[in-house]
Protein backbone atom coordinates (compact mmCIF):
# COMPACT_ATOMS: atom_id res chain seq x y z
CA UNK A 1 0.00 0.00 0.00
CA UNK A 2 1.45 2.98 -0.89
CA UNK A 3 0.89 6.93 -1.97
CA UNK A 4 1.55 8.66 -5.12
CA UNK A 5 1.15 10.79 -7.29
CA UNK A 6 -0.70 10.51 -11.11
CA UNK A 7 -3.10 12.19 -13.36
CA UNK A 8 -6.62 11.49 -12.69
CA UNK A 9 -7.14 11.49 -16.17
CA UNK A 10 -5.01 8.19 -16.50
CA UNK A 11 -6.92 6.52 -14.41
CA UNK A 12 -9.45 3.27 -15.03
CA UNK A 13 -12.97 3.12 -13.91
CA UNK A 14 -14.11 -0.10 -12.40
CA UNK A 15 -17.30 -1.25 -14.95
CA UNK A 16 -18.30 -3.70 -11.83
CA UNK A 17 -18.40 -0.25 -9.03
CA UNK A 18 -21.02 -0.47 -6.42
CA UNK A 19 -22.35 2.67 -6.63
CA UNK A 20 -24.05 3.37 -9.80
CA UNK A 21 -26.73 5.40 -8.69
CA UNK A 22 -25.58 9.06 -9.96
CA UNK A 23 -25.58 11.96 -7.22
CA UNK A 24 -27.48 15.19 -7.99
CA UNK A 25 -26.11 18.57 -9.33
CA UNK A 26 -26.65 19.65 -5.59
CA UNK A 27 -24.21 17.29 -4.06
CA UNK A 28 -21.84 17.78 -7.14
CA UNK A 29 -21.48 21.31 -7.41
CA UNK A 30 -20.80 21.48 -3.41
CA UNK A 31 -17.54 18.77 -3.72
CA UNK A 32 -16.49 20.43 -6.63
CA UNK A 33 -16.48 23.59 -4.69
CA UNK A 34 -14.67 22.26 -2.18
CA UNK A 35 -12.16 20.65 -4.34
CA UNK A 36 -11.50 23.41 -6.21
CA UNK A 37 -10.71 25.42 -2.66
CA UNK A 38 -8.68 22.77 -0.65
CA UNK A 39 -8.12 19.88 -3.24
CA UNK A 40 -9.28 16.35 -2.32
CA UNK A 41 -8.43 15.47 1.28
CA UNK A 42 -9.49 11.48 1.19
CA UNK A 43 -7.21 10.24 -1.78
CA UNK A 44 -9.15 7.44 -3.79
CA UNK A 45 -8.26 3.54 -3.77
CA UNK A 46 -6.62 1.90 -7.07
CA UNK A 47 -5.65 -1.23 -7.52
CA UNK A 48 -3.02 -2.26 -10.55
CA UNK A 49 -4.70 -3.27 -13.42
CA UNK A 50 -5.00 -6.87 -14.12
CA UNK A 51 -3.48 -9.08 -17.12
CA UNK A 52 0.02 -7.37 -17.14
CA UNK A 53 -1.39 -3.51 -18.15
CA UNK A 54 0.34 -0.72 -16.50
CA UNK A 55 -2.42 1.50 -15.62
CA UNK A 56 -4.07 1.70 -12.24
CA UNK A 57 -8.42 0.65 -11.73
CA UNK A 58 -10.43 3.10 -9.56
CA UNK A 59 -11.47 0.58 -6.22
CA UNK A 60 -13.16 3.72 -4.29
CA UNK A 61 -13.44 7.20 -5.67
CA UNK A 62 -14.84 7.49 -8.95
CA UNK A 63 -16.75 10.51 -8.69
CA UNK A 64 -14.08 12.50 -6.82
CA UNK A 65 -11.64 11.76 -9.70
CA UNK A 66 -14.56 12.71 -12.09
CA UNK A 67 -14.98 16.09 -10.15
CA UNK A 68 -11.05 16.64 -9.94
CA UNK A 69 -10.95 16.67 -13.62
CA UNK A 70 -13.81 19.29 -13.99
CA UNK A 71 -12.05 21.30 -11.15
CA UNK A 72 -8.83 20.93 -13.52
CA UNK A 73 -6.64 19.62 -11.44
CA UNK A 74 -3.48 17.79 -13.23
CA UNK A 75 -2.33 15.79 -10.48
CA UNK A 76 -4.02 13.95 -7.29
CA UNK A 77 -2.98 11.72 -5.03
CA UNK A 78 -3.70 8.58 -4.52
CA UNK A 79 -3.66 5.14 -2.57
CA UNK A 80 -2.51 2.40 -4.17
CA UNK A 81 -3.25 -0.90 -2.97
CA UNK A 82 -3.09 -4.49 -3.79
CA UNK A 83 -5.50 -6.52 -6.56
CA UNK A 84 -7.99 -8.63 -4.72
CA UNK A 85 -8.95 -11.66 -5.87
CA UNK A 86 -12.66 -10.91 -6.47
CA UNK A 87 -11.34 -7.63 -8.39
CA UNK A 88 -12.21 -5.54 -5.48
CA UNK A 89 -15.47 -6.40 -5.18
CA UNK A 90 -16.36 -6.84 -1.29
CA UNK A 91 -13.72 -3.98 -0.69
CA UNK A 92 -15.85 -1.67 -2.95
CA UNK A 93 -19.03 -2.65 -1.32
CA UNK A 94 -17.90 -1.87 2.01
CA UNK A 95 -16.09 1.46 1.25
CA UNK A 96 -19.42 2.53 -0.57
CA UNK A 97 -21.54 1.43 2.43
CA UNK A 98 -19.63 2.48 5.27
CA UNK A 99 -19.08 6.30 3.73
CA UNK A 100 -22.90 6.16 2.39
CA UNK A 101 -25.51 3.71 2.93
CA UNK A 102 -26.25 2.29 -1.07
CA UNK A 103 -29.61 2.80 -2.26
CA UNK A 104 -31.17 -1.04 -1.84
CA UNK A 105 -30.74 -1.42 -5.57
CA UNK A 106 -26.73 -0.76 -5.55
CA UNK A 107 -26.98 -2.82 -2.92
CA UNK A 108 -28.62 -5.66 -4.12
CA UNK A 109 -26.40 -4.93 -7.48
CA UNK A 110 -23.30 -5.53 -5.36
CA UNK A 111 -24.85 -8.64 -3.72
CA UNK A 112 -25.78 -10.55 -6.90
CA UNK A 113 -21.85 -9.67 -8.21
CA UNK A 114 -20.28 -11.14 -4.98
CA UNK A 115 -22.34 -14.25 -4.84
CA UNK A 116 -21.14 -14.86 -9.06
CA UNK A 117 -17.94 -14.79 -7.36
CA UNK A 118 -18.95 -17.34 -5.04
CA UNK A 119 -19.93 -15.86 -1.74
CA UNK A 120 -22.67 -16.84 0.53
CA UNK A 121 -25.85 -14.85 1.18
CA UNK A 122 -24.50 -16.33 5.00
CA UNK A 123 -20.86 -14.50 4.32
CA UNK A 124 -22.17 -11.74 2.82
CA UNK A 125 -23.91 -10.86 6.09
CA UNK A 126 -21.20 -11.11 8.06
CA UNK A 127 -19.35 -9.12 6.01
CA UNK A 128 -21.75 -6.14 5.40
CA UNK A 129 -23.06 -6.58 9.36
CA UNK A 130 -26.72 -7.24 8.08
CA UNK A 131 -29.17 -10.03 9.00
CA UNK A 132 -28.85 -12.72 6.33
CA UNK A 133 -33.03 -12.47 6.18
CA UNK A 134 -32.09 -8.97 4.39
CA UNK A 135 -29.57 -10.27 2.14
CA UNK A 136 -32.48 -12.42 0.74
CA UNK A 137 -34.86 -9.63 0.95
CA UNK A 138 -32.69 -7.67 -1.36
CA UNK A 139 -32.04 -10.63 -3.46
CA UNK A 140 -35.77 -10.04 -4.27
CA UNK A 141 -35.26 -7.40 -6.62
CA UNK A 142 -33.97 -10.00 -8.84
CA UNK A 143 -37.55 -10.33 -9.62
CA UNK A 144 -38.44 -6.71 -10.35
CA UNK A 145 -38.93 -5.67 -14.10
CA UNK A 146 -35.50 -3.53 -15.37
CA UNK A 147 -37.44 -0.52 -15.93
CA UNK A 148 -38.69 -0.70 -12.50
CA UNK A 149 -35.23 -1.13 -10.81
CA UNK A 150 -34.32 2.16 -13.35
CA UNK A 151 -36.84 4.21 -11.39
CA UNK A 152 -36.18 2.48 -7.88
CA UNK A 153 -32.33 3.70 -8.82
CA UNK A 154 -33.50 7.12 -9.17
CA UNK A 155 -34.14 7.14 -5.00
CA UNK A 156 -37.94 6.84 -5.93
CA UNK A 157 -38.21 2.96 -4.04
CA UNK A 158 -42.17 1.61 -2.98
CA UNK A 159 -42.24 0.57 0.62
CA UNK A 160 -41.52 -2.68 2.17
CA UNK A 161 -44.75 -4.03 1.44
CA UNK A 162 -45.58 -2.89 -2.17
CA UNK A 163 -42.20 -4.08 -2.96
CA UNK A 164 -43.24 -7.36 -1.73
CA UNK A 165 -46.29 -7.52 -3.96
CA UNK A 166 -43.77 -6.47 -6.87
CA UNK A 167 -41.00 -9.31 -7.11
CA UNK A 168 -43.64 -11.97 -6.60
CA UNK A 169 -45.18 -11.24 -9.70
CA UNK A 170 -44.02 -12.60 -13.17
CA UNK A 171 -42.05 -9.92 -15.54
CA UNK A 172 -44.91 -10.19 -18.19
CA UNK A 173 -47.33 -9.18 -15.23
CA UNK A 174 -44.97 -6.39 -14.43
CA UNK A 175 -44.36 -5.17 -17.99
CA UNK A 176 -48.37 -5.38 -18.65
CA UNK A 177 -48.88 -3.64 -15.21
CA UNK A 178 -45.61 -1.09 -15.54
CA UNK A 179 -46.76 0.17 -19.16
CA UNK A 180 -50.26 1.50 -17.46
CA UNK A 181 -48.87 3.08 -14.46
CA UNK A 182 -45.41 4.35 -15.67
CA UNK A 183 -45.02 8.01 -14.39
CA UNK A 184 -43.77 10.91 -16.59
CA UNK A 185 -40.24 11.60 -16.62
CA UNK A 186 -39.56 13.31 -13.16
CA UNK A 187 -42.07 12.00 -11.82
CA UNK A 188 -42.43 9.55 -9.24
CA UNK A 189 -43.84 6.64 -9.67
CA UNK A 190 -47.56 4.96 -8.42
CA UNK A 191 -46.54 2.32 -5.86
CA UNK A 192 -49.62 2.04 -4.47
CA UNK A 193 -51.45 1.76 -7.87
CA UNK A 194 -48.85 -0.75 -9.10
CA UNK A 195 -48.75 -2.95 -6.35
CA UNK A 196 -52.45 -3.22 -6.03
CA UNK A 197 -52.97 -3.68 -9.90
CA UNK A 198 -50.35 -6.89 -8.97
CA UNK A 199 -52.04 -7.71 -6.04
CA UNK A 200 -52.96 -11.71 -5.93
CA UNK A 201 -55.19 -13.20 -3.12
CA UNK A 202 -52.72 -15.43 -0.68
CA UNK A 203 -54.03 -18.39 1.19
CA UNK A 204 -52.12 -19.03 3.71
CA UNK A 205 -51.00 -22.64 4.78
CA UNK A 206 -50.89 -21.66 8.77
CA UNK A 207 -55.08 -21.64 7.95
CA UNK A 208 -55.03 -24.76 6.25
CA UNK A 209 -57.02 -27.88 7.68
CA UNK A 210 -55.54 -30.56 5.05
CA UNK A 211 -52.63 -32.66 5.00
CA UNK A 212 -49.92 -32.89 2.29
CA UNK A 213 -52.39 -35.25 0.14
CA UNK A 214 -55.01 -32.97 -0.66
CA UNK A 215 -52.61 -30.79 -1.14
CA UNK A 216 -50.34 -32.61 -3.68
CA UNK A 217 -54.49 -33.97 -5.08
CA UNK A 218 -55.19 -29.98 -5.77
CA UNK A 219 -51.71 -28.70 -7.02
CA UNK A 220 -51.11 -26.30 -4.42
CA UNK A 221 -47.26 -25.56 -4.06
CA UNK A 222 -46.59 -23.23 -0.46
CA UNK A 223 -44.23 -20.33 -1.38
CA UNK A 224 -41.96 -18.89 1.23
CA UNK A 225 -43.16 -15.57 2.35
CA UNK A 226 -39.56 -13.90 3.41
CA UNK A 227 -41.41 -10.21 4.56
CA UNK A 228 -43.03 -12.52 7.10
CA UNK A 229 -42.11 -12.59 10.72
CA UNK A 230 -39.18 -14.77 11.56
CA UNK A 231 -41.36 -16.57 14.42
CA UNK A 232 -44.60 -17.46 11.91
CA UNK A 233 -44.95 -19.98 9.30
CA UNK A 234 -45.28 -17.79 6.43
CA UNK A 235 -45.75 -20.05 3.43
CA UNK A 236 -48.24 -19.55 0.80
CA UNK A 237 -50.37 -19.76 -2.20
CA UNK A 238 -52.18 -17.64 -5.11
CA UNK A 239 -54.03 -20.94 -6.14
CA UNK A 240 -56.98 -19.73 -4.51
CA UNK A 241 -59.09 -22.19 -6.02
CA UNK A 242 -57.34 -25.80 -5.05
CA UNK A 243 -57.15 -24.11 -1.42
CA UNK A 244 -60.14 -23.52 -0.77
CA UNK A 245 -61.63 -27.48 -2.71
CA UNK A 246 -58.91 -29.08 -0.54
CA UNK A 247 -60.36 -26.88 2.34
CA UNK A 248 -63.69 -28.49 1.55
CA UNK A 249 -63.18 -31.85 0.74
CA UNK A 250 -61.58 -31.76 4.53
CA UNK A 251 -64.55 -30.75 5.58
CA UNK A 252 -66.58 -33.37 4.47
CA UNK A 253 -64.81 -35.80 5.23
CA UNK A 254 -64.51 -34.30 8.88
CA UNK A 255 -67.98 -33.58 9.32
CA UNK A 256 -68.90 -34.26 12.68
CA UNK A 257 -72.55 -35.68 14.02
CA UNK A 258 -75.74 -33.56 13.51
CA UNK A 259 -73.08 -31.60 11.58
CA UNK A 260 -73.48 -29.54 8.10
CA UNK A 261 -71.33 -27.56 5.88
CA UNK A 262 -73.33 -23.87 5.40
CA UNK A 263 -72.42 -20.61 3.05
CA UNK A 264 -71.49 -17.52 4.29
CA UNK A 265 -73.26 -14.32 3.63
CA UNK A 266 -71.84 -10.92 2.32
CA UNK A 267 -70.89 -9.59 5.81
CA UNK A 268 -68.72 -13.41 6.19
CA UNK A 269 -71.66 -14.91 8.17
CA UNK A 270 -72.79 -18.57 8.20
CA UNK A 271 -75.82 -18.43 7.14
CA UNK A 272 -77.79 -20.66 8.78
CA UNK A 273 -80.83 -23.00 8.61
CA UNK A 274 -83.91 -21.03 8.78
CA UNK A 275 -85.59 -20.63 12.63
CA UNK A 276 -82.00 -21.93 13.51
CA UNK A 277 -80.54 -20.45 16.64
CA UNK A 278 -77.27 -19.86 17.16
CA UNK A 279 -75.41 -21.32 20.78
CA UNK A 280 -72.82 -19.19 21.99
CA UNK A 281 -72.34 -21.37 25.11
CA UNK A 282 -71.19 -24.81 25.72
CA UNK A 283 -73.18 -26.71 23.05
CA UNK A 284 -75.45 -29.52 24.05
CA UNK A 285 -75.36 -33.34 22.69
CA UNK A 286 -78.88 -32.24 20.52
CA UNK A 287 -77.43 -29.01 19.13
CA UNK A 288 -75.95 -28.90 15.51
CA UNK A 289 -73.03 -27.95 14.30
CA UNK A 290 -72.23 -25.95 10.93
CA UNK A 291 -68.96 -25.48 9.14
CA UNK A 292 -68.11 -23.19 6.96
CA UNK A 293 -65.09 -21.25 5.34
CA UNK A 294 -64.10 -17.51 6.43
CA UNK A 295 -62.93 -14.81 3.93
CA UNK A 296 -59.25 -16.26 4.75
CA UNK A 297 -60.44 -19.59 4.31
CA UNK A 298 -60.15 -20.76 7.44
CA UNK A 299 -62.24 -23.46 8.10
CA UNK A 300 -64.92 -22.11 11.46
CA UNK A 301 -67.59 -23.82 13.19
CA UNK A 302 -70.48 -22.92 14.95
CA UNK A 303 -73.45 -24.56 16.76
CA UNK A 304 -77.37 -23.93 16.37
CA UNK A 305 -80.10 -25.19 17.90
CA UNK A 306 -83.01 -25.95 15.88
CA UNK A 307 -87.02 -25.49 17.82
CA UNK A 308 -89.09 -28.70 18.09
CA UNK A 309 -91.93 -29.65 16.45
CA UNK A 310 -94.88 -28.36 17.86
CA UNK A 311 -98.79 -28.89 17.27
CA UNK A 312 -101.06 -25.79 17.28
CA UNK A 313 -104.39 -25.29 18.24
CA UNK A 314 -106.78 -26.72 16.53
CA UNK A 315 -104.81 -30.40 16.61
CA UNK A 316 -103.37 -29.24 12.95
CA UNK A 317 -100.09 -31.32 12.15
CA UNK A 318 -96.66 -29.13 11.65
CA UNK A 319 -93.34 -29.75 9.46
CA UNK A 320 -90.33 -30.43 11.12
CA UNK A 321 -89.68 -26.63 10.77
CA UNK A 322 -92.84 -25.92 12.79
CA UNK A 323 -94.93 -25.05 9.31
CA UNK A 324 -98.64 -25.75 9.53
CA UNK A 325 -99.55 -28.52 6.90
CA UNK A 326 -102.94 -26.80 5.95
CA UNK A 327 -104.40 -24.50 2.63
CA UNK A 328 -104.06 -21.33 4.59
CA UNK A 329 -100.77 -21.32 5.16
CA UNK A 330 -100.61 -21.00 1.25
CA UNK A 331 -102.99 -17.38 1.47
CA UNK A 332 -100.49 -14.81 0.59
CA UNK A 333 -99.44 -12.74 3.66
CA UNK A 334 -100.15 -9.14 4.14
CA UNK A 335 -97.09 -6.73 3.92
CA UNK A 336 -96.00 -6.14 7.52
CA UNK A 337 -96.11 -2.32 8.55
CA UNK A 338 -92.13 -1.90 8.26
CA UNK A 339 -89.92 -3.52 5.68
CA UNK A 340 -86.42 -5.17 6.66
CA UNK A 341 -84.60 -2.12 5.42
CA UNK A 342 -87.00 -0.03 7.96
CA UNK A 343 -86.15 -1.51 10.43
CA UNK A 344 -82.34 -1.63 9.88
CA UNK A 345 -83.10 2.30 10.07
CA UNK A 346 -85.10 1.90 13.23
CA UNK A 347 -82.24 -0.01 14.81
CA UNK A 348 -79.89 2.79 13.50
CA UNK A 349 -82.02 5.72 14.88
CA UNK A 350 -82.19 4.11 18.35
CA UNK A 351 -78.65 3.02 19.00
CA UNK A 352 -77.89 6.82 18.14
CA UNK A 353 -80.56 8.11 20.37
CA UNK A 354 -79.53 5.72 22.89
CA UNK A 355 -76.17 6.43 23.48
CA UNK A 356 -77.06 10.53 22.64
CA UNK A 357 -78.98 10.20 25.99
CA UNK A 358 -76.50 8.01 27.76
CA UNK A 359 -73.99 10.84 27.14
CA UNK A 360 -76.23 13.65 28.06
CA UNK A 361 -79.92 12.81 29.54
CA UNK A 362 -79.63 13.38 33.59
CA UNK A 363 -79.11 9.81 35.08
CA UNK A 364 -79.32 9.35 38.82
CA UNK A 365 -76.06 6.97 40.05
CA UNK A 366 -78.86 3.92 41.35
CA UNK A 367 -79.71 3.95 38.06
CA UNK A 368 -76.30 4.36 35.97
CA UNK A 369 -75.50 1.29 38.20
CA UNK A 370 -79.00 -0.70 37.29
CA UNK A 371 -77.84 -0.19 33.93
CA UNK A 372 -74.28 -1.48 34.10
CA UNK A 373 -75.62 -4.55 35.34
CA UNK A 374 -78.20 -4.53 32.21
CA UNK A 375 -75.93 -3.74 29.28
CA UNK A 376 -73.97 -6.55 30.66
CA UNK A 377 -76.99 -9.03 29.81
CA UNK A 378 -77.32 -7.85 25.99
CA UNK A 379 -76.95 -10.89 23.09
CA UNK A 380 -74.17 -8.88 21.82
CA UNK A 381 -71.82 -8.49 24.94
CA UNK A 382 -68.66 -10.93 25.27
CA UNK A 383 -66.90 -11.68 28.28
CA UNK A 384 -63.95 -13.19 29.15
CA UNK A 385 -64.63 -15.86 32.06
CA UNK A 386 -62.72 -17.74 34.04
CA UNK A 387 -65.67 -20.05 34.15
CA UNK A 388 -66.64 -22.95 31.72
CA UNK A 389 -67.98 -21.63 28.22
CA UNK A 390 -66.94 -17.65 28.71
CA UNK A 391 -66.70 -15.62 25.91
CA UNK A 392 -64.46 -13.37 24.38
CA UNK A 393 -64.99 -9.92 24.09
CA UNK A 394 -60.98 -8.43 23.27
CA UNK A 395 -60.27 -5.36 24.81
CA UNK A 396 -63.35 -2.95 23.92
CA UNK A 397 -63.64 -2.18 27.83
CA UNK A 398 -60.08 -1.89 28.90
CA UNK A 399 -59.63 1.73 27.65
CA UNK A 400 -62.67 2.92 29.79
CA UNK A 401 -61.17 0.53 33.17
CA UNK A 402 -57.85 2.21 32.54
CA UNK A 403 -59.19 6.00 33.33
CA UNK A 404 -60.73 4.32 36.88
CA UNK A 405 -56.69 4.56 37.88
CA UNK A 406 -54.79 7.33 39.06
CA UNK A 407 -50.83 7.24 38.11
CA UNK A 408 -49.91 5.17 41.08
CA UNK A 409 -52.17 2.17 40.06
CA UNK A 410 -54.86 3.35 42.54
CA UNK A 411 -58.66 3.11 41.87
CA UNK A 412 -59.99 6.60 41.75
CA UNK A 413 -62.53 7.74 43.85
CA UNK A 414 -63.45 10.68 42.18
CA UNK A 415 -67.28 10.19 41.38
CA UNK A 416 -67.23 12.42 38.14
CA UNK A 417 -64.60 10.00 36.94
CA UNK A 418 -66.77 6.84 37.50
CA UNK A 419 -69.70 8.44 35.75
CA UNK A 420 -68.16 9.77 32.39
CA UNK A 421 -66.46 5.90 32.71
CA UNK A 422 -69.90 4.22 33.08
CA UNK A 423 -71.56 6.11 30.68
CA UNK A 424 -68.46 5.42 28.12
CA UNK A 425 -69.31 1.85 28.96
CA UNK A 426 -73.07 1.46 28.32
CA UNK A 427 -72.47 3.49 25.27
CA UNK A 428 -69.86 0.76 23.65
CA UNK A 429 -71.95 -2.14 25.09
CA UNK A 430 -75.74 -1.17 24.39
CA UNK A 431 -77.11 -1.56 20.77
CA UNK A 432 -80.31 -1.49 19.07
CA UNK A 433 -78.89 -2.05 15.57
CA UNK A 434 -79.44 -4.88 13.77
CA UNK A 435 -76.92 -7.50 13.36
CA UNK A 436 -74.31 -8.93 15.70
CA UNK A 437 -74.08 -6.26 17.68
CA UNK A 438 -77.60 -6.34 18.57
CA UNK A 439 -77.85 -6.00 22.44
CA UNK A 440 -82.26 -7.15 22.21
CA UNK A 441 -85.00 -6.21 24.86
CA UNK A 442 -82.24 -5.08 27.28
CA UNK A 443 -81.09 -1.84 24.96
CA UNK A 444 -85.04 -0.89 24.64
CA UNK A 445 -85.53 -0.64 28.74
CA UNK A 446 -82.21 0.61 29.29
CA UNK A 447 -83.69 3.23 26.68
CA UNK A 448 -87.18 3.55 28.13
CA UNK A 449 -85.81 3.93 31.66
CA UNK A 450 -83.76 6.88 30.43
CA UNK A 451 -86.05 8.81 28.26
CA UNK A 452 -84.03 8.07 25.06
CA UNK A 453 -87.22 8.55 23.25
CA UNK A 454 -86.72 12.26 23.20
CA UNK A 455 -83.38 11.59 21.31
CA UNK A 456 -84.60 9.81 18.45
CA UNK A 457 -84.62 11.88 15.19
CA UNK A 458 -87.44 12.75 13.18
CA UNK A 459 -88.31 9.94 10.90
CA UNK A 460 -90.33 11.80 8.46
CA UNK A 461 -87.49 11.64 5.64
CA UNK A 462 -88.47 9.86 2.62
CA UNK A 463 -85.82 7.08 2.75
CA UNK A 464 -87.83 5.68 5.54
CA UNK A 465 -91.35 6.71 4.98
CA UNK A 466 -90.96 4.35 1.59
CA UNK A 467 -90.56 1.53 3.82
CA UNK A 468 -94.15 1.89 5.78
CA UNK A 469 -96.48 -0.38 4.36
CA UNK A 470 -99.63 1.88 2.93
CA UNK A 471 -101.93 0.87 6.46
CA UNK A 472 -98.82 1.83 8.45
CA UNK A 473 -98.83 5.31 6.35
CA UNK A 474 -102.34 5.71 6.59
CA UNK A 475 -102.25 5.51 10.40
CA UNK A 476 -99.42 7.43 11.02
CA UNK A 477 -101.82 10.02 8.66
CA UNK A 478 -104.37 9.85 10.91
CA UNK A 479 -102.32 10.85 14.08
CA UNK A 480 -100.76 13.76 12.50
CA UNK A 481 -103.83 14.50 10.87
CA UNK A 482 -102.83 14.90 7.64
CA UNK A 483 -105.70 14.00 4.72
CA UNK A 484 -105.46 10.82 2.82
CA UNK A 485 -104.75 11.47 -1.33
CA UNK A 486 -106.15 9.16 -3.84
CA UNK A 487 -103.07 8.00 -4.96
CA UNK A 488 -100.35 6.28 -2.46
CA UNK A 489 -97.48 8.33 -3.73
CA UNK A 490 -99.58 11.58 -3.38
CA UNK A 491 -100.46 10.74 0.75
CA UNK A 492 -96.53 9.72 0.93
CA UNK A 493 -95.58 12.79 -0.61
CA UNK A 494 -98.15 14.84 1.94
CA UNK A 495 -96.73 13.17 4.71
CA UNK A 496 -93.37 13.90 4.19
CA UNK A 497 -94.06 17.56 3.61
CA UNK A 498 -96.07 17.77 6.44
CA UNK A 499 -93.12 16.22 8.77
CA UNK A 500 -90.51 18.26 7.04
CA UNK A 501 -91.50 21.04 10.03
CA UNK A 502 -92.94 18.29 12.15
CA UNK A 503 -91.04 16.20 14.68
CA UNK A 504 -92.12 12.23 13.61
CA UNK A 505 -91.59 8.96 15.51
CA UNK A 506 -92.85 5.64 14.32
CA UNK A 507 -94.22 4.11 16.96
CA UNK A 508 -92.50 0.85 16.23
CA UNK A 509 -89.02 2.71 17.03
CA UNK A 510 -89.98 3.95 20.70
CA UNK A 511 -88.14 2.36 22.86
CA UNK A 512 -90.60 0.86 25.38
CA UNK A 513 -91.36 -3.08 24.76
CA UNK A 514 -94.45 -4.71 24.82
CA UNK A 515 -95.35 -6.59 28.61
CA UNK A 516 -95.90 -9.26 27.58
CA UNK A 517 -92.27 -9.07 26.00
CA UNK A 518 -90.58 -7.94 28.98
CA UNK A 519 -92.32 -10.92 30.94
CA UNK A 520 -90.97 -13.32 28.58
CA UNK A 521 -87.34 -12.15 29.03
CA UNK A 522 -88.09 -12.01 32.49
CA UNK A 523 -89.02 -16.19 33.04
CA UNK A 524 -86.22 -16.72 30.21
CA UNK A 525 -83.49 -15.49 32.54
CA UNK A 526 -84.85 -16.73 35.80
CA UNK A 527 -83.63 -20.30 36.45
CA UNK A 528 -85.71 -22.79 37.82
CA UNK A 529 -83.22 -24.01 40.20
CA UNK A 530 -82.48 -20.91 42.03
CA UNK A 531 -85.29 -21.26 45.45
CA UNK A 532 -85.34 -18.71 48.16
CA UNK A 533 -83.14 -20.79 50.36
CA UNK A 534 -81.01 -21.16 47.29
CA UNK A 535 -80.42 -16.85 47.21
CA UNK A 536 -80.36 -16.58 51.20
CA UNK A 537 -77.34 -18.67 51.22
CA UNK A 538 -75.79 -16.56 48.60
CA UNK A 539 -76.23 -13.24 50.51
CA UNK A 540 -75.13 -14.97 54.25
CA UNK A 541 -71.75 -15.79 51.60
CA UNK A 542 -71.88 -12.88 50.42
CA UNK A 543 -72.64 -10.94 53.66
CA UNK A 544 -70.14 -13.19 55.40
CA UNK A 545 -67.36 -12.24 52.90
CA UNK A 546 -68.27 -8.15 53.56
CA UNK A 547 -67.71 -8.31 57.14
CA UNK A 548 -71.79 -8.46 57.63
CA UNK A 549 -73.97 -10.38 59.59
CA UNK A 550 -77.18 -11.98 57.43
CA UNK A 551 -80.22 -12.70 59.55
CA UNK A 552 -82.99 -14.20 58.08
CA UNK A 553 -86.39 -15.40 59.26
CA UNK A 554 -87.93 -18.70 57.71
CA UNK A 555 -90.73 -19.21 60.64
CA UNK A 556 -93.36 -18.77 58.51
CA UNK A 557 -92.01 -21.03 55.07
CA UNK A 558 -91.21 -23.79 57.73
CA UNK A 559 -94.46 -23.68 59.42
CA UNK A 560 -96.15 -23.57 55.80
CA UNK A 561 -93.71 -26.54 55.02
CA UNK A 562 -94.86 -28.64 57.79
CA UNK A 563 -98.43 -27.66 56.89
CA UNK A 564 -98.21 -28.85 52.99
CA UNK A 565 -96.14 -32.02 53.67
CA UNK A 566 -92.38 -30.80 53.72
CA UNK A 567 -93.01 -28.91 49.71
CA UNK A 568 -90.22 -26.60 49.27
CA UNK A 569 -89.70 -23.26 49.49
CA UNK A 570 -91.09 -20.75 47.35
CA UNK A 571 -89.25 -19.89 44.13
CA UNK A 572 -88.38 -15.81 44.60
CA UNK A 573 -87.76 -15.41 41.14
CA UNK A 574 -91.33 -16.92 40.78
CA UNK A 575 -92.91 -14.00 43.22
CA UNK A 576 -91.60 -11.35 41.65
CA UNK A 577 -92.74 -12.40 38.17
CA UNK A 578 -96.15 -12.67 39.61
CA UNK A 579 -95.76 -9.37 41.01
CA UNK A 580 -95.08 -7.74 37.93
CA UNK A 581 -97.74 -9.78 35.79
CA UNK A 582 -100.13 -8.28 38.58
CA UNK A 583 -99.41 -4.37 37.94
CA UNK A 584 -98.89 -5.09 34.11
CA UNK A 585 -102.79 -6.57 34.49
CA UNK A 586 -103.23 -3.28 36.53
Not at 439 to 444: D, I, M, N, Q, T
Amino acid sequence: MQIMKVDPRALKENPDRMRQTKSSPQADALMLATIKAVGIVQPPVVAPESGGGNGYIIDAGHRRVRLAIAAGLDEIEILVVDAANDNGAMRSMVENSVREALNPVDQWRGIERLVALGWTEEAIAVALALPARQIRKLRLLANVLPAMLEQMALGDMPCEQHLKIIAAATEVEQGEVWKAHKPKKGDTAAWWSIANALTKKRMYAKDASFGDDLREAYGIAWVEDLFAPADQDGRYTTNVEGFLGAQHEWMTSNLPKRGALVEVNSWGQPELPKKATQVYGKPSKSDHAALYLDREGKVQTVHYRMPEASKPKGGVATDADGAIDDARDLAPKARPDVTQKGHDMIGDFRTDALHDALGRAPIDDDTLMALLVLAFAGQNVRVDSGAEGGFHAGKRFTRHAVTLFDEDGKLTADRDTLRIAARSVLIDALSCRRGMSNSGLVARLAGEAIGADAYLPNMGSEEFILCLSRQAMEASCAEAGVQLRPKVRETRASLIEHFATEHFVHPSARFAPGVDETLEWLRAGASPGDTAADADAENDGLAAEHGVDAVHDHSREDTADDETGGQDPVDDHGDKHRDFEERAAA
